[in-house]
């Protein structure tokens, strides 16, 4: 049984706690986070420690993984704190601000013979995984054109406000489009370059970004990522696949599972009951998939290279956005 120190009690450390409850071969042994409601109720939940210390988290516990679920400017700091001290590490997305930290993140893994893997969960959506498949089966013929949409209003509940500013969370390009720029790079090859323009920028909370990508295989991508959506407005996403001999398509307004909407005079609030057993839950998935890597000691399905590619597309987006001029990426191996 692997022992899990869980570090960031929010939105996403909320998320991969519920997800542990379907894997049987790892507990949750420790909580970390600086916020002693958020800390508490998860370590109620999952019947562990709970601390508002990394350091003295690491010294109670004989830990095996850390899971990180910090805002992104802090992602570096606390895997390689963890690395060093031969801890495997699954790192929410995306894995750092720069191509710089991310790569000392990488060097450090190999360095200290630990795992490490980026929480690019998309690749496990049961839709995208039967659009894979599609694709693998040439459904559709040759690949040509890529349309994908990431809108919501802006996430208003980030601790200090993190997402608001872009030197902290790298705005809706970094955080929100590196889900399509990951799952287009891993299924369709690398980018060759790129053309953006944005809206909003770091005093604004509304900031829209639209990018055309060239694939090196010819194909063209249009990837609209979006914190600038009214307030009370459902998360939307969608795909658009044409290829030579057809297209898929897929959008989350038309094929979500049980949606409710509340409302008063003050907000609008709107939940979403998935009714896909636990087994197959894609956090608890990507998660499993993690563990069983370690315990196993084979290769991470998502490698922290591919991370680093697809936030080396998300850069070039934001400088394209900045510079008005199209950016040819570096080929790169990963």
């Not at 191509?99 to 013979?113: F, Q, R, S, W, Y």
């Not at 991470?300 to 597309?313: D, N, Q």
């Amino acid at each position: 049984m692997l022992r899990i120190g869980l570090l960031g009690c929010g939105t996403m450390g909320k998320t991969h706690a519920h997800a542990y409850a379907a894997i049987f071969n790892a507990q949750v042994v420790a909580v970390c986070d600086i916020r002693k409601e958020q800390r508490d109720d998860l370590a109620h939940m999952l019947d562990c420690s709970a601390y508002d210390c990394f350091e003295s988290m690491l010294a109670d516990q004989e830990l095996d993984i850390l899971d990180i679920c910090l805002p992104t400017y802090l992602h570096k700091e606390y895997a390689v704190r963890a690395m060093e001290k031969k801890l495997h590490v699954f790192c929410e997305k995306p894995i750092a601000l720069s191509l710089e930290d991310a790569k000392v993140m990488i060097d450090t893994a190999k360095k200290e013979h630990v795992k490490l893997t980026v929480g690019h969960v998309l690749r496990f959506f049961p839709e995208y995984e039967t659009l894979k498949k599609s694709i693998d089966q040439g459904r559709i013929g040759t690949l040509r054109l890529i349309r994908t949409i990431r809108n919501q209003a802006f996430p208003p509940w980030s601790w200090e406000h993190w997402y608001q500013d872009i030197s902290k969370s790298g705005g809706p390009e970094v955080d929100l489009a590196i889900h399509d720029y990951d799952w287009i790079l891993s299924q369709l090859g690398p980018v060759s370059r790129v053309y953006a323009k944005n809206y909003g920028d770091t005093k604004e909370s509304q900031m829209h970004s639209l990018a055309i990508l060239r694939l090196a295989n010819g194909a063209m991508a249009h990837v609209e990522a979006s914190w600038a959506m009214p307030k009370g407005i459902e998360f939307r996403t969608s795909f658009e696949l044409i290829g030579t001999d057809g297209q898929l398509c897929y959008d989350s307004s038309k094929d979500s599972p049980l949606k409710t909407q509340l409302s008063n005079n003050e907000k609008v609030s709107i939940f979403y009951d998935n009714p896909m057993p636990p087994n197959l839950n894609p956090y608890a998935k990507e998660l499993r998939i993690f563990i069983d890597a370690v315990i196993q000691d084979k290769p991470v399905l998502v490698r922290p290279e591919e991370a680093r590619a697809a936030l080396a597309v998300a850069l070039a987006v934001r400088e394209s956005s900045r510079t008005g001029k199209v950016v040819v990426l570096k080929e790169e191996t990963v």
